[in-house]
């Protein structure tokens, strides 16, 4: 089995900025020379996470709203009392969603259905530079 590690950089909106990576990650994948095996995703820090949706503007919005309807911003957080920088919201929000997603791919192609791809959500109340860390193991 061989283990390629990538590191991506993107910029982000905060405030639960969506950005695609599905083209970024499959072109790592295709270019590890590796048929079979499986990619992991995974955005240091906590306050973004990773998942799969269908990126278009509709599912975007809903998911935003989604967010901000469990966990809102204008309310009260522990964590802001203490730290002071207003973004209890975006730590809570990602802990929820999750800082990895793996994928298999097979043939050097992803898995991913029809309407699916990776997002990168950005919670943090401020615009970030975001590392994504892109690891393909296979053969």
Do not use: C
Not at 19 to 42: C, H, I, K, P, R
């Amino acid at each position: 089995m061989t283990v390629q590690t990538n590191t991506l950089h993107v910029p982000t909106g905060g405030m639960a900025d969506v950005v695609d990576l599905t083209g970024q990650v499959a072109t790592l994948v295709q270019g590890s020379a590796m048929e079979n095996g499986t990619v992991t995703v995974f955005v240091p820090g906590s306050t973004a996470g990773v998942t799969t949706i269908e990126f278009e503007s509709g599912v975007v919005g809903d998911l935003k709203q989604a967010f901000e309807r469990l966990i809102p911003r204008n309310i009260r957080y522990d964590h802001d009392a203490r730290w002071g920088d207003g973004n209890g919201f975006s730590h809570v929000r990602a802990s929820l969603l999750g800082p990895s997603l793996t994928i298999p791919f097979s043939a050097g192609r992803l898995l991913l259905g029809t309407w699916q791809q990776i997002v990168l959500v950005d919670f943090d109340n401020r615009p970030r530079d975001r590392e994504v860390i892109v690891q393909v193991q296979g053969v």
